[in-house]
Every structure is written in structure tokens, then in C-alpha cells.
């Protein structure tokens, strides 16, 4: 099945970037041969360095690239949350003081997104690929490693408010391209949630 980059850039001639600290996002799992994609792998450039500080420079290198890009999806990937849930597990005071932290290096992004006037007309998704137990860690069958939030805002002005429907991170292309109003390739399984969209 192709990524949504790859799906997306085969009917439409633009750009995208994937700016991520885990570099097998970018090396594994997004396509090596999708045309103008930029891919930075922001770990790699500041190795040795711990990951609150990386997630911060994924931020300030997106909202940078923002600034001088044109660039029609722009996928973030931060680590240092799933790092806190693994050492001290879910909700603990690592893992709540760790996620205010990436939740401004977001607003950063979303500032830069406000400055260029695109606020109005970006879809923002915000996703986490699992949750942690309680102790620390993931791998189980637990509520609280299998289930997580998948927010979903902005556009153009086409999302419903409130509860859309359960899905999951399968699920995240076919939101993509139904944001870019764009169909599902016939393969794919991923879904979008029945009440997500107003049309």
C-alpha cells in the first residue's frame, strides 16, 4: 500500500517534508522514491543529545521550513513522550511534564502555521501510535496501551465538532487525503470515521 505522500503526490505536483527524531520514519516507512519530498532526520544531526532538546528542534526546523516552504503535507514525528511513558509510565510526572513540553514545541508549529494566515485552511492531526501501562513500557492488552486520542481540527471548515467515531492510526491516511479531498486508493484499509466530516 502506498503512504498518503506517495498517494497524494502521484495526481498532485507538490511538495512535502517528514521532519521526525526517529529516523526509520523516514528510512522504512516513508518511500524512498516519492518526487520532492524533503526528509530530515533531526536526531541523527544532534546525536548525543536528549530528546526533549531533539522534539524541540523538530519544532523550530518545521515552523522554519513553514516560513520558506510551500509544502502541501508536513509530517512531525516527536519521541520524547513515548520515551517518559516507557521509564516512568503512563501519567506519571515524567510522562505529564514531557508532554506540556512537546505541547508547546506544537504550538510552535501552529504559530508559524497562524503567521503565513494558513490556520484557517490546514488540517491539524495530532496522534500517538500506542498508549503505556501504568509501570511503564507497552506490549500488552491494556485500555491504556491500546487506546489513544486521534484530534483531528481545521481544514476548511468541513470537520464536525465533538465525537467522530473510533479509529486508528491505520486510519490516519484515509484522513489525510479526505482532508485533501482526495478518495481512498482501492487497496487501502485504512477508513475514515463516519461522523469526522460534513462532506
Excluded: Q
Excluded at 544531526?45 to 519544532?59: R, T
Excluded at 484515509?174 to 479531498?181: C, D, S, Y
Aim: hydrophobic letters at 35%; proline letters at 2%.
Amino acid at each position: 500500500w502506498p503512504s498518503f505522500f506517495k498517494a497524494y503526490r502521484e495526481k498532485h505536483n507538490v511538495t512535502f517534508s517528514s521532519i521526525v527524531n526517529w529516523t526509520p520514519i523516514n528510512f522504512g516507512i516513508v518511500e524512498d522514491d516519492i518526487e520532492d519530498m524533503t526528509k530530515i532526520n533531526v536526531s541523527e544531526e544532534y546525536e548525543g543529545k536528549d530528546d526533549l532538546f531533539v522534539d524541540s528542534k523538530v519544532a523550530e526546523i518545521a515552523a522554519e521550513r513553514l516560513n520558506h516552504a510551500e509544502d502541501s503535507i508536513v509530517f512531525l514525528h516527536f519521541d520524547s513522550v513515548d520515551h517518559a511513558g516507557h521509564n516512568s509510565g503512563y501519567l506519571s510526572d515524567e510522562f505529564n511534564m514531557t508532554l506540556r513540553e512537546v505541547d508547546g514545541f506544537i504550538g510552535i508549529v501552529y504559530d508559524a502555521c497562524v503567521k503565513k494566515g494558513w490556520e484557517n485552511n490546514t488540517l491539524f492531526i495530532l496522534v500517538s501510535d500506542h498508549g503505556h501501562r501504568w509501570e511503564g513500557g507497552h506490549g500488552g492488552n491494556s485500555t491504556t496501551e491500546k487506546e489513544v486520542t486521534i484530534a483531528v481540527n481545521g481544514g476548511l471548515g468541513n470537520i464536525r465538532e465533538g465525537y467522530a467515531g473510533e479509529a486508528g492510526t491505520l486510519d490516519i491516511a484515509a484522513i489525510v487525503l479526505r482532508g485533501l479531498k482526495e478518495e481512498n486508493p482501492e487497496t487501502w484499509d485504512s477508513k475514515v470515521p463516519e461522523n469526522m466530516f460534513s462532506k
